[in-house]
């Protein structure tokens, strides 16, 4: 009998898709930078049918944008009515996502919660000009929203938070308001926690709505 064997290999649209995304992040492509298929083909040596799927996946996550008879470019900044829209759409998933989590703490959840808070304290000192050191804070900060999101056992609430994932990135990668109140920002992401490890859901909830409120005035300051 001939078993077939499942290959391992990643498809070439994947792995163009991670190249680019990786880009983006590491801020190697700016905001609306275009994004020529024909010149990405030969900067990439590969042919361009990957790179279309590729470009038309990260036009969902907000990153990338494509226009009639001028093709893909990255994403330009977003304004300042965009930026208050964000943070409202967040305002209304997140206090109760933190309630939710609240109703159902566990120890492992509260210390991996803990691990962020951390994470993030350790990061204030360096993210207003590092790079490196202001990445690392988004993502301390995204893993703390995550954690929260999943423990909530509500995954209707956690997809329409992650829905907002290209345009948080979006915020964060092209434009410098994102770096803003780092330090007000770890000091509402520890109140969080406390309320949450004194099994206090509606306390809770509560701080994460004026962490959200906060965050949306810094920005917008």
Known sequence: MVTSRRSTREPVADRMYGVLLQQLLDGRRTAGEPLNIGALSRELEVSQTPLREALARLEHTGLVRREALKGYQVADALT?????????????????????AGLRTTPEFLDELRATVDD??????????????????????????????AQSDNPFLEQALHSLDGQMQRFRLFT????????????????ILDALLARDAERAAALMKGHIEGAKLRVLA
């Open 80 to 100: 300042d009515r965009e930026v208050a829209k964000l943070m409202e759409a967040r305002m209304v998933i997140e206090p109760e996502l933190a309630l939710q």
């Open 120 to 149: 993030l304290d350790a990061t204030v000192p360096h993210a207003d000009e590092d790079p490196e050191g202001f990445r690392h804070y988004w993502t301390s900060d995204d893993a703390f929203h995550r954690l929260i999101a």
């Open 176 to 191: 410098k308001r994102g770096r803003t109140g780092v330090g007000d920002a770890a000091r509402e992401h520890r109140l």
